[in-house]
């Protein structure tokens, strides 16, 4: 009667032949189909990681350096007279004292010989604004200081931690050979070593002028055939003659070579002193001095350093190179966690821009967005789902839900800025709008996501619900809305996950905006992390592009912080069972 | 199938008692189609009668009527005049879910809530209210699972998931959870359909024991079924009801040709 499921499938009258060749055949068939949806699936496994691996790698490469900086390690005299003229140790006095002096006088000591403004005014850029912020705040939390010599980390210019990173250029240090008869002094020292002591730095000088032809050449043969264009038969000319005088200084190979700044720079280590060698020959070398070492006629034990990159395309001159480098071998610099990127707001200062200000815009705008979203979100799908009537207008409606979710999300913001900034007045670049926003955006994501949830849970739940005397609500909230539960979270996730990136409609209401101060409030101005990331990646400092990269970094982290609690919560949801 | 006798039939309860529930033609609409056909019949207090006829003729659909569990489909109307204990089922002032309280349902496969057996017999009590405290409802929760003779097998593991037990003991719990909101009627649609025939063999026993206390309406395509548990037997056939009666009448000496043909196997 009802066992007619049961009866095999009508196939030929004789069935399924086991030993025939077309059943072996058609077995392999399906076989060989199987094995090569696998090694498809495979590969696009592997590549796909393969992608992920490249992206995190190439990330976390250039994103771990920002997370430490470089400091110098200077004994600090905090001098009465300098940051408490009046002598009050009143904190509005404390506050209004000289810390940029006290930084200078450090410097100072450490090299007495920057004497004339310009030098000086180099020595003091190679500490940041935000040492001298240090010290105030050090001062005001700590007024004894006051008087007092103390060792304190003094954090350096971005510059200065971009050469102490080799980022500015590549440096490579020599050992000298053999005994260096130093003679005269200041701008005019000669270096004498036997036993041809520059030879090495004298070829690899010569290495170089060959690359800058090979250059000559390569713009030569850019250019149009002859005669073309007067202006153009100059220009070949020039070239053509530097390439030969180059040419000609490479030929002979003891020849000695004048370096200036378009050249590789070429430091000589004596002691505790660097000078800079201006003319170089095979025996013999002239220089000039940028620290003085100890007087002393002959050294035995001295060091060569090149900097790879020519001193017109550094950011850091050879008189700076020089004082990092002294600085860095009397042990007085130090690589330390950077704290500063968590505490700080932006800044125009790559060395004191932080993330604090975008993490907490992020986090506040997430907040609004989940607490709108979230109760409205779900509603609108337990309603529709289970207590909406199944007319014209309810179909209309899920319709427009779904097309929602597919508009582009520089229209919400468009939206966002006609309402939200225009009619309601609310504040611009405030966290409250950006939330606004980011909520109609995420909206249908979680109303669809809830939605496909509550379809999930099976009606025999609901059924069972029912029979034993529950309403219709009291099915739905105690009986199928928890059993659903887990997929609305991971929808809900999943759309906040989606809100975390976005930044299109964020630059429409004014969160772009440059902000230094930390927000407080979701009605104070703020930025976001994504936001964040696009500013700092459309600067042209170098040093920011480490910030890009370390801000990638926390908002990839961010992001997992949120997924576990997800996954978390989800398992809280499905332990109950 | 198995080798439980077929039970007799109590010579006063051989002549229909006073009906608990009376159907005057009824008709049940899906839409357009026509499920229920003028169906008339007397559902007798305190005993097991039986729905038996071939699949799609509307024997789950008249269930559904019962306990207007019909009312969750759009689609569906019913009309005609349903009663019970002389009361209009279907009166406008009569909220379901007081009738669903009188009128308790199992289904065709368990369907026990993903929750532990304690809440799954407890949910009903709690939400109509009838206990007042956690002991009382410690009370409701173990004599309904004894009961259902469900009590010894679970009684170390109250804590666990529902879903956890076998299929025949979740059907089990089902009735338990039905048997906890003190209903005077119960529906079971196919209630064995899904179990093997030790475990249908162990929820006709519970069958048998229940009807001193309750009205068990049942629905099952098991002859057998209907002839052992049963006192009572309605045939229904394409959404008309052909015939009810005594159980060992219609299987007996059924008046009808088709109940007899069906009975007999020679059609399906
Ligand atoms: N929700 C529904 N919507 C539309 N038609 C339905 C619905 N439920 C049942 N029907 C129709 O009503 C008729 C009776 O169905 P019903 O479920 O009552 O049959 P049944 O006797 O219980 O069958 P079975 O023994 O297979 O369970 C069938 O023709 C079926 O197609
Ligand atoms: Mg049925």
């Given at each position: 009667m009802t066992d007619t499921a049961l009866a095999p499938p009508m196939t030929r009258s004789a069935g399924v032949d086991f030993d025939s060749t077309e059943a072996r055949e058609l077995l392999k068939r399906r076989y060989r189909a199987e094995a090569r949806f696998k090694a498809l699936g495979l590969l696009a496994v592997l590549v796909t990681a393969a992608f992920l691996a490249f992206l995190l790698v190439d990330i976390l490469r250039k994103g771990i350096p920002s997370f430490f900086e470089h400091r110098a390690t200077l004994t600090v005299n905090f001098d009465a007279a300098l940051i408490d003229p009046k002598g009050t140790r009143d904190p509005a006095d404390l506050r209004e004292g000289d810390y940029q002096a006290l930084v200078r006088a450090a410097l100072q000591?450490?090299?007495?010989?920057?004497?004339?403004?310009?030098?000086?005014?180099a020595l003091d850029g190679m500490i940041s604004s935000g040492a001298v912020d240090d010290l105030r705040q050090a001062v005001l939390a700590n007024p004894g200081l006051i008087g007092q010599s103390r060792v304190m980390p003094l954090l350096f210019s971005s510059d200065?931690?971009?050469?102490?990173?080799?980022?500015?250029?590549?440096?490579?240090?020599?050992?000298?050979?053999?005994?260096?008869?130093?003679?005269?002094?200041?701008?005019?020292?000669?270096?004498?070593?036997?036993?041809?002591?520059?030879?090495?730095?004298?070829?690899?000088?010569?290495?170089?002028?060959?690359?800058?032809?090979?250059?000559?050449?390569?713009?030569?043969?850019?250019?149009?055939?002859?005669?073309?264009?007067?202006?153009?038969?100059?220009?070949?000319?020039?070239?053509?003659?530097?390439?030969?005088?180059?040419?000609?200084?490479?030929?002979d190979a003891n020849a000695p070579e004048t370096l200036t700044d378009r050249e590789p720079s070429l430091l000589v280590a004596i002691g505790d002193g660097i000078l800079k060698i201006t003319e170089i020959g095979a025996n013999e070398a002239k220089a000039t001095t940028l620290i003085a070492p100890k007087p002393g006629s002959i050294i035995t034990e001295w060091s060569l350093l090149t900097l790879r990159v020519p001193e017109t395309n550094r950011r850091v001159n050879d008189n700076v190179s020089a004082w990092l480098e002294i600085l860095a071998q009397r042990g007085l610099t130090e690589r330390a966690f950077n704290a500063r990127f968590f505490q700080?707001?932006?800044?125009?200062?790559?060395?004191?821009?932080?993330?604090?200000?975008?993490?907490?815009?992020?986090?506040?705008?997430?907040?609004?967005?989940?607490?709108?979203?979230?109760?409205?979100?779900?509603?609108?799908?337990?309603?529709?789902?289970?207590?909406?009537?199944?007319?014209?207008?309810?179909?209309?409606?899920?319709?427009?839900?779904?097309?929602?979710?597919?508009?582009?999300?520089?229209?919400?913001?468009?939206?966002?800025?006609?309402?939200?900034?225009?009619?309601?007045?609310?504040p611009r670049s405030a966290p409250l709008v950006g939330g606004l926003v980011l909520a109609l955006l995420v909206l249908p994501t979680i109303i669809i996501a809830s939605r496909a949830a509550l379809k999930a849970v099976p009606p025999s739940i609901k059924e069972a619900a029912l029979g034993v005397g529950a309403s219709h609500q009291q099915a739905v909230f105690h009986h199928v809305l928890p059993l659903a539960m887990p997929g609305i979270m991971t929808g809900t996730i999943i759309g906040m996950a989606h809100a975390l990136?976005?930044?299109?409609?964020?630059?429409?209401?004014?969160?772009?905006?440059?902000?230094?101060?930390?927000?407080?409030?979701?009605?104070?101005?703020?930025?976001?992390?994504?936001?964040?990331?696009?500013?700092?990646s459309d600067l042209p400092e170098l040093a920011f592009q480490s910030r890009t990269a370390g801000a990638i970094i926390v908002l990839l982290g961010f992001l997992l912080v949120m997924n576990a609690a997800a996954v978390i919560l989800r398992r809280m949801f499905e332990r109950r069972w | 199938m198995n080798d439980i006798a077929p039970l007799a039939v109590p010579p006063e309860?051989?002549?229909?008692?006073?009906?608990?529930?009376?159907?005057?033609?009824?008709?049940?609409?899906?839409?357009?189609?026509?499920?229920?056909?003028?169906?008339?019949?007397?559902?007798?207090?305190?005993?097991?009668?039986?729905?038996?006829?071939?699949?799609?003729?509307?024997?789950?659909?008249?269930?559904r009527c019962i306990?207007?569990?019909?009312?969750?489909?759009?689609?569906?109307?019913v009309t005609g005049d349903l009663r019970m204990d002389g009361r209009d089922i279907y009166e406008p002032g009569l909220d379901p879910v007081l009738l669903r309280a009188r009128v308790g349902m199992v289904f065709q496969k368990p369907n026990p809530f993903p929750k532990s057996i304690y809440e799954n017999v407890a949910y009903g009590p709690r939400l109509h209210g009838l206990a007042g405290d956690k002991t009382e409802i410690d009370e409701i929760v173990v004599s309904a699972l004894k009961k259902a003779s469900l009590f010894e097998e679970v009684k170390d593991r109250l804590k666990d998931s529902g879903t956890s037990l076998s299929g025949g003991q979740q059907q089990r719990l089902c009735i338990a959870r039905a048997i906890a909101v003190r209903p005077q009627v119960?529906?079971?649609?196919?209630?064995?359909?899904?179990?093997?025939?030790?475990?249908?063999?162990?929820?006709?026993?519970?069958?048998?024991?229940?009807?001193?206390?309750?009205?068990?309406?049942?629905?099952?395509?098991?002859?057998?079924?209907?002839?052992?548990?049963?006192?009572?037997?309605?045939?229904?056939?394409?959404g008309k009801l052909i015939e009810d009666g005594v159980t060992d009448q219609i299987f007996m000496n059924p008046r009808h040709e088709l109940t007899r043909n069906y009975i007999t196997g020679r059609f399906g």
């Open positions: 000591s450490q090299f007495p010989e920057a004497q004339d403004r310009r030098t000086r005014r200065a931690d971009l050469f102490l990173r080799q980022r500015d250029t590549l440096i490579t240090r020599r050992t000298g050979s053999g005994p260096l008869r130093v003679e005269g002094e200041s701008n005019a020292v000669t270096l004498r070593g036997g036993g041809a002591a520059f030879r090495a730095a004298l070829a690899e000088s010569k290495t170089f002028l060959a690359e800058r032809r090979r250059a000559l050449l390569a713009e030569l043969a850019t250019l149009p055939a002859a005669g073309s264009n007067a202006g153009v038969d100059t220009k070949r000319t020039e070239l053509e003659q530097a390439a030969a005088s180059i040419q000609a200084r490479i030929a700080n707001g932006d800044s125009r200062e790559p060395e004191l821009a932080g993330i604090r200000g975008a993490l907490i815009g992020s986090a506040l705008t997430l907040m609004v967005t989940l607490l709108l979203c979230v109760p409205i979100g779900v509603a609108a799908a337990i309603y529709l789902e289970e207590f909406a009537p199944k007319n014209r207008f309810t179909d209309l409606l899920e319709v427009n839900i779904n097309n929602l979710a597919a508009v582009p999300s520089i229209v919400f913001g468009l939206l966002g800025l006609a309402v939200f900034l225009n009619a309601f007045d609310l990136g976005e930044t299109a409609p964020l630059l429409m209401i004014g969160m772009v905006a440059f902000i230094v101060d930390i927000p407080g409030a979701i009605t104070e101005a703020a930025t976001v992390l994504p936001v964040q990331i696009f500013l700092w | 309860q051989a002549d229909a008692p006073r009906p608990k529930i009376t159907a005057r033609n009824i008709n049940v609409h899906y839409g357009e189609k026509h499920a229920l056909k003028d169906v008339s019949v007397d559902v007798p207090e305190k005993g097991v009668m039986a729905f038996i006829g071939p699949s799609g003729c509307g024997k789950s659909t008249f269930l306990n207007r569990m019909n009312d969750t489909i759009p689609i569906c109307r119960i529906l079971m649609d196919e209630p064995c359909s899904a179990l093997d025939p030790i475990a249908t063999a162990k929820i006709e026993e519970l069958i048998d024991e229940l009807r001193t206390n309750f009205t068990i309406v049942i629905v099952t395509h098991s002859m057998q079924q209907a002839a052992r548990v049963s006192q009572r037997t309605a045939f229904f056939h394409l």
